[in-house]
């Protein structure tokens, strides 16, 4: 019912700061406002990991401990879209950033649409 399409990757010094959008569409019958849209990476080797959800509104928000602080999510229903805005990266930061939509709460709920990822590299 949904399609998410990620951008905004690419290569930034330690330190430096990325913006992530998740552009969604949304199919005939859904509504955009049921579903939690949550980020999550991989790293090549390890496990993908969540590292942030929204709820239907910006007053409902998880952020994993490893970017706590650092990692901002919001979200414009208006416009079917979905930012991570990233700051102070590190090279531990470096991973394919996924974005996800589930009709649980939390990020380790099923989440059932993906978007194709986008890179993020942060050099040291």
């Known amino acids: 019912q949904l399609q998410l399409v990620e951008s905004g990757g690419g290569l930034v010094h330690s330190g430096g700061s990325l913006n992530l959008s998740c552009a969604i569409t949304?199919?005939?019958?859904?509504?955009?406002?049921?579903?939690?849209i949550g980020w999550f990476r991989q790293a090549p080797g390890k496990e993908r990991e969540g590292i942030s959800c929204v709820g239907n509104s910006d007053s409902s928000i998880l952020y994993a401990d490893s970017v706590a602080g650092r990692f901002t999510i919001s979200r414009d229903n208006a416009k079917n879209m979905v930012y991570l805005q990233m700051n102070n990266l590190t090279p531990e930061d470096t991973a394919r950033y996924y974005c996800?939509?589930?009709?649980?709460?939390?990020?380790?709920?099923?989440?059932?649409?993906w978007g194709q990822g986008t890179q993020v590299t942060v050099s040291s």
């Open positions: 949304v199919t005939s019958g859904a509504t955009l406002t049921a579903w939690t």
């Open positions: 996800a939509a589930s009709l649980w709460w939390g990020l380790t709920v099923p989440y059932g649409s």
